[in-house]
């Protein structure tokens, strides 16, 4: 919740003898920036007796969360479905993340994707790619991979960058579409200039391969140490499969013992399997 006001004006609202809801809110943003929820508590209840839906969702995260009163599902729901009626698009979110985990609430997926489809009609993105998901898993809605690429190629439109990635894998995997590597490298391709690290792993694994594009471990080389110098845990472990097999890049365990490590940190199993290999041949 970010704080709109600096310090002379929350102590001029403090004083303030007849405070409005939206002054009562402001006080209570000053108060949640502070950590003190406890009176961010009773500013934002007092608050959420206006049209504001901003504060009646506010009241229910701090009921759903436990922040400066005692955690209560019930009377989150309640602030929540106030908000929605006032016309928070958030509220809805947060409602249906309640009924598909089925906290406080009867497991709902159904319901989840009747308000996460509603948001999404606002081209809220957190919505869309949500209900994308739920198209590819079937969850609250029957399976249709075409129409996961459908709201993917609507997310490129909006400009959501990353979407390259996600559509270069439905036409490398034949998902809502015919499998076309070429196609696929060509997303890839697009997504490199979004810096996507995950489009710059994929370049550099079709290069390694010579799917859709002709074998060149150089270039492999080239996009999966930009890749894993931008977190992805993927290229890590295949820049430490090169290094350790000498593979275009001049062999050196201590590099591929580096790579492997830091995948390995960031969860990537084989990289650990790798180490420990590399481990006890040493011994």
Partial sequence: MENTINQEQFNELLQKEDKTSLDSFAIAKYYYAQKNYEACFQYAYRASFG??????LFVG???????????DIQKALYYLNKAIELGSQEAKLILAKLYLSGEGVEKNEEKAFELINQVAEQNNVSALKKLAEMYLDGCGVEKNEEKYLEILFYCRDLGLAETNYYIGMCYLQGRGVSKDTNKAFQYFNNGKDQKDAKCYYMLGLMYSQGEGVEKD??????WFTLAANNGEKRAMYNLGVYYENGIYLTKDLDKAIYWYTKASELGFQKAGERLTIITNSEK
Wanted: without cysteine; glycine residues 8%; negative net charge.
């Fill in 51 to 56: 049209v504001d839906h901003e504060a009646s």
């Fill in 61 to 71: 995260e701090l009921y759903l969360k436990g922040l400066g009163v005692e955690q």
């Fill in 217 to 222: 471990h150089a270039r492999a080389s080239y």
